[in-house]
């Protein structure tokens, strides 16, 4: 696990919970993994307090959970998961999709088309944190758009999980930078036409992609 790089705008808590979650999504600690509060305290050099901290509000985003004589464990999604977390953004950007073709600008789809090209750049480099990280700036743009906030939190919500299991999928879907490019560039097209039923498939399919065969 990489070292904790202290940022002056992030509280202590704050920068070992990004750490972690960054090292879960990147792949450096694996599904199933323990996390072991002394082992983290001493290699992150703060106290226990702190990282049982991180590890409540990794669980509260669905990357850990704390087992009976176990303790902290990253989670390893079942497909049955995965599928629900995907369906469930889908349907989610797909209501938010009803505002989204009137209030999106020229310039907010421009940033969404950089970010597709920059995605692409991310898995080639196996910038997995990146990756997500754009991915995240993306489709915020769409969910943002709705008034409703319920939905927009529980979008919210489901992003550390999609995270993850974009990282842990990539590999196995063998997904190319030009795929990744192209799905999201096809959201981008949708999204001009102003058409929200032809955005709603569009997500959908978007999303049905995410998960191994």
């Known amino acids: 696990m990489p070292e904790v790089a202290k940022r ?7 920068t070992v919970t990004e750490q972690l979650r960054a090292a879960i999504i990147n792949g450096d600690v694996l599904p199933g993994q323990r996390l072991l509060e002394a082992a983290l305290a001493e290699e992150f050099d703060v106290s226990r307090s702190i990282i049982r901290a991180a590890i409540a509000r990794l669980e509260t985003e669905r990357l850990v ?24 953004r889908a349907l989610l950007e797909g209501f938010a999709a009803q505002a989204a073709v009137q209030k999106l ?6 940033e969404m088309r950089s970010c597709a ?17 754009l991915d995240n700036t993306f489709h915020r743009k769409i969910a943002v758009c709705t008034d409703n906030r319920r939905v927009f939190g529980l979008w919210e919500s489901l992003d550390a999980q999609l995270g993850a ?14 795929i990744v490019r192209q799905r999201h560039l096809h959201v981008v097209e949708a999204i001009e036409t102003r ?11 978007h999303y049905v992609h995410i998960w191994p065969d």
């Open 65 to 88: 959970e704390v087992r009976a004589r176990r303790g902290a464990v990253v989670i390893q999604m079942s497909r049955e998961e995965s599928m629900e977390v995907c369906e469930a």
């Open 165 to 178: 299991l974009l990282s842990s999928t990539t590999d196995v879907r063998r997904l190319t930078p030009e």
């Open 105 to 110: 600008t020229p310039e907010d789809l421009a």
């Open 8 to 14: 002056q705008y992030l509280s202590l808590p704050d």
């Open 195 to 205: 058409d929200v039923q032809l955005v709603e498939m569009v997500l959908r399919r």
């Open 117 to 133: 090209h920059d995605m692409g750049d991310a898995l080639g480099a196996k910038d997995m944190m990146s990756l997500v990280r």
